[in-house]
Nanobody, 129 residues
Framework: QVQLVESGGGLVQAGGSLRLSCAASGNTYSIYSMAWFRQAPGKQREGVACINSKDRDGITAYADSVKSRFTISQDNVKNTLYLQMNSLAPEDTASYYC????????????????????WGQGTQVTVSS
């Protein structure tokens, strides 16, 4: 009922920047929060950032590893989610996934995949040293 499509991934050198986008379609009215997760080879998928779309519209949460470097934002009219990534490092290399859920975004919610029933197919980000 909700479809998510990511774009904007690519190859960038350490210290560079990328901006990821996620276009949402379908029954977007049911979405209370949106998030970015990432998964590197051999590692567990981890929450990067989330943002509230309804009751606490605009309030965000971030993983400690990306605070002060990444910024999550959204355009509710266009149903589009963004992730601005600055000061990229090789350890940021991963597949990045857009997700949407029916729970409010908090740091606790970001630590579990179970609160996000809707997922995109991912976009690859590779950071060279």
């Amino acid at each position: 009922q909700v479809q998510l499509v990511e774009s904007g991934g690519g190859l960038v050198q350490a210290g560079g920047s990328l901006r990821l986008s996620c276009a949402a379609s379908g029954n977007t009215y049911s979405i209370y929060s949106m998030a970015w997760f990432r998964q590197a080879p051999g590692k567990q998928r981890e929450g990067v950032a989330c943002i509230n779309s309804k009751d606490r519209d605009g309030i965000t949460a971030y993983a400690d590893s990306v605070k002060s470097r990444f910024t999550i934002s959204q355009d509710n009219v266009k149903n589009t989610l963004y992730l601005q990534m600055n000061s990229l490092a090789p350890e940021d290399t991963a597949s990045y996934y857009c997700a949407a859920g029916d729970y409010l975004c908090t740091a606790g919610v970001l630590r579990s995949l179970m609160y996000f029933p809707y997922w995109g197919q991912g976009t690859q980000v590779t950071v060279s040293s």
